[in-house]
């Protein structure tokens, strides 16, 4: 018996709306903690970050314009219900994360505190959306085909594409930001690459 969990038959309707909406929020959360600290992250969420500390632009609305093109691919690659799911939870995220900021002001936060906090409610946050075949789009749609498909860990994609990113991040941040983001980055794809593995999930 295998135990997938990308088949429609592994949880209920109810178990996969309320998972992905728990994982979103939590992403909501890291993402909330990184703007206040004036940080950013890997992915497309910390492209989208980027172009909102540079332009003045809305975070959530770039995140989610940023995401449209990677939705074809994971429709072609992974199906209709991933992307679907996919869509759904960059959608709840960007609306979290702008809920948050008027729900939950934060003045000040240590940027290693909000960095470390990150990659921890972040990590597991996108370890919620993996094991509901859901994910936070860009380079994790890529991370999740690439270890279904090739056995290439998903935290390991991740870190390889953050790692051009924060190069440049350097370019536009101050340096000490840049450094506590790279941390931040590294707990985050750490959690991922420690605890989503499929042989976990498969079972024979």
């Given at each position: 018996?295998?135990a997938?969990?990308?088949?429609?038959?592994?949880?209920?309707?109810?178990e996969?709306?309320?998972?992905l909406?728990i994982?979103?929020?939590?992403?909501?959360?890291?993402?909330?903690?990184?703007?206040?600290?004036?940080l950013?992250?890997?992915?497309?969420?910390?492209f989208?970050?980027?172009?909102?500390?540079?332009?003045?632009?809305?975070?959530?609305?770039?995140?989610?314009v940023?995401?449209?093109?990677?939705?074809?691919?994971?429709?072609?690659?992974?199906?209709p219900?991933?992307c679907?799911?996919?869509?759904?939870t960059?959608?709840?995220v960007?609306?979290?994360?702008?809920?948050?900021?008027?729900?939950?002001?934060?003045?000040?936060?240590?940027?290693?505190?909000?960095?470390?906090?990150?990659?921890?409610?972040?990590?597991?946050?996108?370890?919620?959306?993996?094991?509901?075949?859901?994910?936070?789009g860009?380079?994790?749609?890529?991370?999740?085909?690439?270890?279904?498909?090739?056995?290439?860990r998903?935290?390991?994609?991740?870190?390889?594409?953050?790692?051009?990113?924060?190069?440049?991040?350097a370019?536009?941040?101050p340096?000490?930001?840049v450094?506590?983001?790279?941390?931040?980055?590294?707990?985050?794809?750490?959690?991922?690459?420690?605890?989503?593995?499929?042989?976990?999930?498969?079972?024979?």
């Amino acid at each position: 018996m295998i135990a997938d969990p990308s088949s429609d038959n592994h949880y209920t309707p109810f178990e996969d709306i309320q998972g992905l909406v728990i994982a979103s929020a939590q992403a909501a959360l890291g993402i909330h903690l990184l703007r206040a600290a004036g940080l950013m992250t890997g992915g497309t969420a910390g492209f989208a970050l980027l172009v909102a500390y540079g332009t003045g632009w809305n975070f959530s609305a770039v995140f989610f314009v940023l995401n449209i093109p990677f939705f074809a691919l994971a429709w072609a690659l992974r199906g209709p219900v991933f992307c679907a799911k996919s869509l759904g939870t960059v959608a709840l995220v960007s609306l979290m994360a702008e809920a948050l900021k008027p729900l939950m002001g934060i003045s000040a936060v240590h940027p290693g505190a909000a960095a470390v906090l990150f990659g921890v409610s972040a990590g597991v946050g996108l370890l919620g959306l993996f094991r509901h075949s859901g994910s936070l789009g860009g380079v994790s749609i890529i991370a999740m085909i690439l270890q279904d498909r090739y056995g290439i860990r998903a935290g390991v994609t991740q870190l390889v594409h953050d790692l051009a990113l924060f190069a440049a991040a350097a370019a536009i941040l101050p340096l000490d930001r840049v450094l506590w983001s790279l941390l931040g980055a590294a707990i985050l794809n750490g959690v991922i690459a420690l605890n989503h593995r499929r042989d976990w999930y498969v079972m024979r």
